[in-house]
């Protein structure tokens, strides 16, 4: 998966909370277990009309938000099934980091599986992030790893805290894959000492 290291990019407001993975993806664009092409089915329900029109009232169909990159959405982001397809659905439609007060356990960690990043921040904090986002095309985010902070359009800084291996997981773009092939090396080290083994 890609490394996240420092992004800077325009936020866009959600300011609902417990929106579940089936807002974010519903089930009806489930039938696919390719990563491409899900953006189509991001948000769907409140991004398009009965007829397939856009909502022009929805946050990302919105001129200044249409290549948001960051969302700042309400608590309990996430909740629902454990479907995979929603951080799917989020990656591709380009969204790197999510920041909400919580996030559900199972979509929390598929977003590291899937190089999205997900920052828990205080409600006080959330307040303040939110009312950047809400600046349009203004509302440009620094979101820095390594650093563990952000910043905002005047300049402000959120501190904020991540587990040490995913936040190392991200940094250097590792999934559960590559987590493996870091030991590709003591791998086969042991398969050799496997194969030389006298079995009786």
Request: negative net charge; glycine residues 8%; proline residues 4%.
């Amino acid at each position: 998966m890609d490394k996240f290291t420092k992004m800077t990019g325009v936020a866009a407001p959600l300011p609902i909370i417990n929106i579940d993975t089936d807002m974010i993806i519903p089930k009806d664009y489930l039938k696919t277990i390719k990563r491409t092409g899900l953006s189509e089915g991001l948000f769907a329900e409140m991004r398009l009309n009965e007829d397939g029109s856009e909502n022009p009232d929805f946050v990302l169909n919105k001129p200044a938000y249409r290549d948001a990159t960051i969302l700042v959405a309400g608590d309990n982001f996430g909740c629902g099934s454990s479907r995979e397809h929603a951080p799917w659905a989020l990656l591709d439609r380009g969204i790197r980091c999510v920041i909400s007060t919580s996030f559900a356990d199972i979509f929390y960690n598929n977003c590291f599986k899937n190089g999205i990043l997900p920052v828990q921040v205080s409600e006080d904090e959330l307040e303040h992030l939110m009312d950047d986002a809400n600046r349009g095309s203004n509302a440009v985010l620094t979101v820095d790893l390594e650093s563990q902070t952000i910043s905002g359009p005047d300049g402000g800084t959120i501190s904020f805290e991540i587990d040490a291996h995913k936040k190392h997981c991200m940094l250097n773009g590792l999934d559960d894959i590559g987590l493996t092939l870091e030991k590709v090396d003591s791998i086969d080290a042991y398969e050799k000492k496997l194969n030389e083994r006298a079995w009786v």
